[in-house]
């Protein structure tokens, strides 16, 4: 059986490396990209449940909205296409923009993408605090997604090339620790400022400044990853920033497959159209698949909408963007988890155990909302008990996203691609992602409207038909080198027919 068979981790190479505090702290410094990326994300949800935002921009749906209480219908309580475009129009931005981050990143260096994200986002920011109209807004919001889009294509390659092979998991997941990071501070800052009449939103929109300046100033004490310089042949370089980050003076055997990789990749002029060749099957079907798997874990819903969520169940304002924070803290400490375990228990048994746990609770919640609301989204009057199940049931969600699609849903790709397609292949993983967490952003008011509790039946399973995915097509990666990567798919008793000419897989058979 398929599933049944795990390809050895170590039938890569092992080069020397120690985790030293060097690689440590590029890989904070780095990591820190992923703060605007999380700002963004949680900023919007609770922005868009301030009534003074609203009766600026969307009188429309401040007036539905302040009937709330009188309408029958809660599920359709927040369906306005405008309202929603505010949200999603960033991820629409950020999907072109990585794909002119993949050209930047490949010729000019990892760092160069990393601070053009950081300067489009910071004028973004500006705008967005200081919005007088819809169209400042919106304008501001697309300068956010380029920016989004640049550091997200940027970032995950940076980390898990300067990582050492063995502690790559942990070190990438850093970059999703600081989106949860961001999404925290989001909702935090959303808590207090919804308390400020009249301009609070601006200040929970301008402060993404902070965010990006973090990341514009910290690359300048980046050093530029090995691979890239010796893609960019300024190998004297590459080799003295590998010693330095491996912390150790014998580099040669890793330098010298690096060189290899590199000078394969330089066969290969144009990464776009190779993609595509038959060789790289396994490669774009993870470049697509992980990411639109991740959006339709349906976490995002809870990132945007979670105060909206909690407000349709019944909780006032403030009690909502509470319960947005308690979901935020515990997105944060699981990926502290999977930072821990992922170079120890591997990716395969963290995707496997989240997304058991996700189903799980995307059922019982379906069941909970739907007893209540029935289908014409009328509860009564709702007891507290049952609030606080239907948010101890999502805690239970986040945590179990957090610790596998989350973090994963970045890492997995970085490392699996090989130089020669590895720009466009995470510009790729960057779109896909945010194409679907454009629709998800987009339509999920107006699917909650009308699918009513089912819409939680049809995440449900997409979870599982992606924990079957995984089961089926993901091979192990870790502690795999990442310029030795071919080595996991020759052995996978699915994708190694790709590789039919090659020589015969090393398998280990699971008790
Ligand atoms: C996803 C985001 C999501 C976040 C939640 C990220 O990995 O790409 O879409 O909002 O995780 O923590």
């Given at each position: 059986m398929a599933g049944g068979v795990i390809v050895s981790a170590t039938a890569g190479k092992d080069y020397p490396g120690n985790l030293t505090l060097h690689v440590?702290?590029?890989?904070?410094?780095?990591?820190?990209?992923?703060?605007?990326?999380g700002y963004d994300l949680g900023i919007s949800g609770g922005v868009i449940s301030m009534d003074d935002f609203l009766k600026k921009f969307f009188p429309a749906v401040y007036r539905k909205q302040s009937l709330v209480h009188q309408s029958v219908n809660q599920y359709c309580a927040f369906d306005s296409q405008i309202l929603?475009?505010?949200?999603?129009?960033?991820?629409?931005?950020?999907?072109?923009?990585?794909?002119?981050?993949?050209?930047?990143t490949r010729k000019l260096g990892r760092r160069a993408s990393m601070v053009a994200g950081g300067v489009l986002f910071a004028v973004?920011?500006?705008?967005?605090?200081?919005?007088?109209?819809?169209?400042?807004?919106?304008?501001?919001?697309?300068?956010?997604?380029?920016?989004?889009?640049?550091a997200n294509q940027s970032v995950p390659i940076y980390l898990s090339e300067v990582a050492p092979h063995r502690y790559r998991g942990g070190l990438n997941m850093m970059f999703q620790l600081s989106i949860t990071i961001g999404i925290l501070v989001a909702d935090l800052l959303n808590y207090f400022f919804a308390k400020i009449d009249g301009?609070?939103?601006?200040?929970?929109?301008?402060?993404?400044?902070?965010?990006?300046?973090?990341?514009?100033?910290g690359s300048f004490f980046l050093p530029e990853t090995p691979n890239s310089l010796i893609e960019r042949d300024h190998h004297e370089k590459a080799k003295e920033k590998l010693i330095e980050l491996r912390g150790v003076p014998n580099v040669d055997e890793e330098?010298?497959?690096l060189i290899t990789a590199s000078e394969a990749a330089k066969l290969v002029k144009n990464s776009w159209r190779n993609i595509i060749k038959r060789q790289y099957r396994p490669h774009l079907v993870m470049a697509i698949c992980i990411p639109m798997f991740q959006q339709l874990t349906g976490m995002n819903v809870i990132v945007f909408y979670a105060p909206v969520l909690f407000r349709t169940i019944g909780f006032k304002n403030q009690a909502s963007l509470?319960?947005?924070l308690i979901t935020g803290i515990i997105n944060s400490l699981a990926t502290v988890v999977s930072i821990f375990t992922v170079d120890k228990v591997g990716r395969r048994a963290l995707y496997l155990e989240g997304s058991l746990q996700m189903f799980i609770c995307q059922l019982v919640v379906a069941l909970a909302i739907g007893l209540k609301f029935g289908v014409n989204g009328n509860p009564?009057?709702?007891?507290?008990?049952?609030?606080?199940?239907?948010?101890?049931?999502?805690?239970?969600?986040?945590?179990?996203?957090?610790?596998?699609?989350?973090?994963?849903?970045?890492?997995?790709?970085s490392e699996i691609f090989p130089l020669e397609i590895r720009s466009a292949a995470?510009?790729?993983?960057?779109?896909?992602?945010?194409?679907?967490?454009?629709?998800?952003?987009?339509?999920?008011?107006a699917m909650l409207c009308h699918m009513k509790f089912g819409l939680f039946l049809f995440f449900a399973f997409f979870i599982m038909v992606m924990g079957l995915f995984i089961y089926y097509l993901l091979p192990e990666t870790k502690g795999v080198p990442i310029e030795e990567m071919i080595t996991v798919w020759k052995n996978h008793p699915y994708w190694r027919k790709y590789y039919d000419d090659l020589p015969s897989p090393k398998q280990v058979e699971l008790a």
């Open positions: 440590f702290i590029t890989c904070v410094i780095a990591a820190t990209g992923g703060l605007i990326f929603t475009l505010f949200t999603s129009s960033l991820y629409l931005a950020a999907l072109v923009s990585s794909i002119f981050a993949s050209y930047i973004g920011a500006i705008l967005n605090g200081f919005a007088q109209n819809l169209a400042m807004l919106i304008i501001g919001r697309l300068l956010l997604g380029f920016g989004v889009g640049s301009w609070g939103w601006r200040l929970s929109l301008g402060i993404a400044l902070v965010p990006a300046l973090i990341i514009i100033i330098f010298n497959d509470m319960s947005a009564g009057d709702l007891p507290t008990w049952y609030a606080v199940i239907v948010v101890i049931l999502i805690c239970i969600f986040v945590a179990g996203y957090a610790w596998s699609w989350g973090p994963l849903g970045w890492l997995v790709p995470q510009s790729i993983t960057v779109s896909v992602n945010m194409i679907f967490t454009f629709i998800i952003a987009q339509v999920f008011t």
